[in-house]
Structure formats: structure tokens, C-alpha cells
């Protein structure tokens, strides 16, 4: 690639190649320059220098289509505080008018405003992706809180699998509408399923009272041809299987220091893409820009296989305290190396 091309956004085609085995030209970044907490009140007009660094994917965003701030519901309820502390279902008594309550997508305004984004991008011929935060796991913690959900795994099976069908209806229906207005190539969603040793759950308890719901999930977007993409922190290996039979196409972000880099991708690459992340914890806080660059080549030398099945991002938000020299040097390697390793340059 010439050195002005490096710099410019990828093509949908290219970005796709890069998911699906296609050899792309050179990785993708995809949610690379994701500020996080604080950064920009540090930084301000000085991350305007990173204009010129391309994301090669145009994201569009909704609100969970499980949100009880807009259901209208009976009783009332606590949206302050972290979701980990809320409890909006106290009572599965209540679980029938919650599910009854939920919104209806037709209806859903945000669409006037991402069918003209969607438009732009697709003159633009762009990847397009849409997505909201939070899915099987965290939308439920969100719901019942995280003690109770993690109670309810053995003592309430029964409604659990309620909720969760509820839930995947919602989704499905959102995506079909996602897919008729939008024309999306690839859906984005959440759900933190990791600590730092291992899954929140039993892979057991995954298998039986989320994986299935997954899968409902992937049918419905290979049926719309989108590509599904999962944020997940902690260490995810030993759900992976389940996640890849489900339909997961992109898995972000292999969190350093809870998976094994190169023992994941000798055991899944090929099998799903990786939207491998940096550090944002210790490598690029605590780095100099020598290491900082050296971390990028280890995740391409790692993740990036000979048809591609690899984009690169930040492996969540870039806090305040990260040195921008730093962010440059993420950054700018990702393109350069990346490019070269694809043999563009």
C-alpha cells in the first residue's frame, strides 16, 4: 500500500475480508481510538492530532432494547448507582409486565437518525455496524442485581430461561428491524463473562441458561448477514467453544493477563476473528513508546494469520493519566505494522 493509502479508511470489502478469511490489504482498526474516563477533559483539543488516524468501521448506536427507563412500569425502582447494585425485577411476580412492557422497535425514534448516518456510510462504502452495550449476562445483572442473579442460577432456572427468551425476542426483533432500516454489516454487543481466572459462571451454567439464547441470537444475524462482534473482558477461554458454536464472529478483547495470547490463538484462530485489544492497564500506561510499539507487533505477529481473521483495538477506553505519546505510538504502529504484515508495504 502507498504510504497515503495507509491512512485512509478501509473499504466495507476490506473489512469484511478481514472478519471472514478474505486477506485484507491491512488490519483493521476497530474501536483503536476508544477515550475513555477522563481522557479527553485531560487531553482535550491535543487528540484532534489523531484525526488522521482512520476507523475503519462506522458504528451506530441504541440504547439496550431491555431498558426498563423506558417501559412504563408499575412499581417503582432505583436507576441510581452502578448496575451491579440495581435491582428492577425484587419479584418474579413482576416478570410478566415487565416483559409486556417492553418497547416496541417500529416505534423506536432512534431510527430516523441511524438511517441517515447508514446512509452516508454506505455512500461512503464503509462497514457498518450498529449495536448497544450489555446482552445475556450484564443486561440481567442489571436487572436483578449481581447476587441475586447469581443465586437465581440454581434457584430460579425456570425464570431465568423466561427472562432470557423474553430477552432474545427483543433482540431479534430489533436486529430484523436493524437489518430492513439500516442495512448494517455487523452487530456489537457486550457482555462482561470473565473475571481474572476464569468465566462468572460454571461453563455448565453458560451452556445450559445463556449459550442457548446465543444461539438464537447468531441464527438471526447470519440470516441478516451481519457479522456478530462480543465485547467480553476477563478470561473467556474456557466459553469460547460455546461462543464460536453460537455464532460469534469477532471476540474482543483477549485481555492480557487473564487469557493466554498465543495458546487462544493457536487453539482458535481460524475459527473466530480476533479483535485483539491493547492493554490499556499497565502497557499503555506504564510503557515507553519503544514498548508500546513492541506489544502492537506481538498482537499482530499472534493474531494475524495468512487469509487475515484479525482487526485491532484498544483492548477497552483509554483512561486519563495514559501518556499521548503513548496513544501515538499505538496508534501509528497498528497502521504501519499492520499494513506490513498483510505484505502491503
Known sequence: MEHADLFSPLSRDDVKAAVEGGNPPRIPLVRAKWWGEGLEEQYGTELARFDLIPEDVVQLWIAN?????????????SAEG?????????????????????????????WDKLEQQASAAHAGERYLMWGFWNLFFERPWSIRGMQNLMVDYYTEVENIHRLHDAMANQYIRYAEEAARRLQPDGFWTSDDLG???GPMMSPEIFHELIYPYYCRVGEALRGAHMHFWLHSCGDNTLLLPDLIDAGVDVFHPVQKHTMDECAVAERFGGKITFLAGIDVQHVL?????????????????????????????????????????????????????????????
Not at 69 to 77: G, Q
Not at 89 to 107: Q, R, S, T, Y
Request: net charge negative.
Open 65 to 77: 432494547p431491555v431498558d426498563p427507563a423506558r417501559m412504563n412500569l408499575s412499581w417503582e425502582w
Open 82 to 110: 452502578a448496575h451491579d447494585a440495581r435491582v428492577v425485577i425484587d419479584d418474579w411476580e413482576k416478570l410478566d409486565e415487565f416483559v409486556e412492557k417492553l418497547p416496541d422497535p417500529a416505534v423506536d425514534p432512534v
Open 195 to 197: 473475571h481474572q481466572t
Open 285 to 345: 500506561q506504564e510503557a515507553d513508546c519503544d514498548g508500546v510499539r513492541e506489544e502492537v507487533r506481538f498482537l499482530i505477529d499472534t493474531f494475524d494469520r495468512p487469509d487475515g481473521r484479525m482487526c485491532i483495538a484498544a483492548g477497552n477506553g483509554i483512561v486519563s493519566g495514559t501518556p499521548i505519546e503513548n496513544i501515538e505510538a499505538f496508534l501509528d504502529e497498528a497502521i504501519r505494522y499492520g499494513a506490513k504484515h498483510r505484505g502491503g508495504s
